[in-house]
Nanobody, 124 residues
Framework: VQLQASGGGLVQAGGSLRLSCAAS????????MGWFRQAPGKEREFVAA????????YYADSVKGRFTISRDNAKNTVYLQTTSLKPEDTAVYYC??????????????????WGQGTPVTVSS
C-alpha cells in the first residue's frame, strides 16, 4: 500500500495550494480518507476527511470555509484544496486511509495507512 502526497510548497498568506494524495495497493473506493497536519513542535492534528461511499465531508473548525476535501475514485486520488492560507497553516500535511468508516475520524489512531507528508509553508 502506498499513499503519495504532493502539492505542498511555499505560498504567501492569502494564497492557495491544492494538495493531492494518490493511493495504490488498496481498493480506494472502500477507504475513508483523511488529511492531517503537523506543525513543528506540535502534535499531529485532524484537518479534513471524506467518506468512502457518499462523499460526506468533515472539517476541523480551524479550516472550515477555507479548505475543501474531495476525492476521485476513478483516479484513486484525494485532494485538499486550501485557500485563504494563514501562517498558522504552516505544517507538514499527511493523507491517511482507513477501511470503510469510523465515528472517530478525527483521531489519527483510526487510520491504517499514511502518506509521507508534503510540507506547506505560509509566509506572512
Amino acid at each position: 500500500v502506498q499513499l503519495q502526497a504532493s502539492g505542498g510548497g511555499l505560498v504567501q498568506a492569502g494564497g492557495s495550494l491544492r494538495l493531492s494524495c494518490a493511493a495504490s495497493g488498496i481498493t480506494f473506493s472502500n477507504y475513508f480518507m483523511g488529511w492531517f497536519r503537523q506543525a513543528p513542535g506540535k502534535e499531529r492534528e485532524f484537518v479534513a476527511a471524506v467518506t468512502y461511499n457518499d462523499g460526506t465531508t468533515y472539517y476541523a473548525d480551524s479550516v472550515k470555509g477555507r479548505f475543501t476535501i474531495s476525492r476521485d475514485n476513478a483516479k484513486n486520488t484525494v485532494y485538499l484544496q486550501t485557500t485563504s492560507l494563514k501562517p498558522e497553516d504552516t505544517a507538514v500535511y499527511y493523507c491517511a486511509a482507513r477501511y470503510r468508516y469510523s465515528l472517530h475520524y478525527s483521531r489519527s489512531s483510526e487510520y491504517t495507512y499514511w502518506g509521507q507528508g508534503t510540507p506547506v509553508t505560509v509566509s506572512s
